[in-house]
């Protein structure tokens, strides 16, 4: 994505696929950012403020394949990945 600042806007997901614990990462400084995830059929799992080098805890979740979605203080989706979880 390009950001308003110029540059490209990257998110990364660690491990991928993940047992348990799921590391996020972007090359940007964000304020007022929430991670979402979906499974999919579209059913919201989870919703958190972002804050990069946030660690997420995904031992609950059933193994399979979720999007993560992140999105700014207007509602703006900056981001969409897949992420699989595995047991």
Known sequence: ???L???KFRVSYFPN???DNLSITT???LENHEIKVYDTSGRLMMQRAFNS???IDLSSFTSGV???QLVDQNGQ???VDR???HD
């Open 17 to 19: 696929p993940t047992g």
């Open 5 to 7: 600042g110029g540059g």
């Open 1 to 3: 994505f390009d950001d």
């Open 66 to 68: 979720y999007l993560m």
């Open 77 to 79: 989706t900056k981001s």
């Open 27 to 29: 090359n940007k400084d």
């Open 83 to 85: 992420i699989i979880k």
């Open 53 to 55: 080098g946030m660690i």
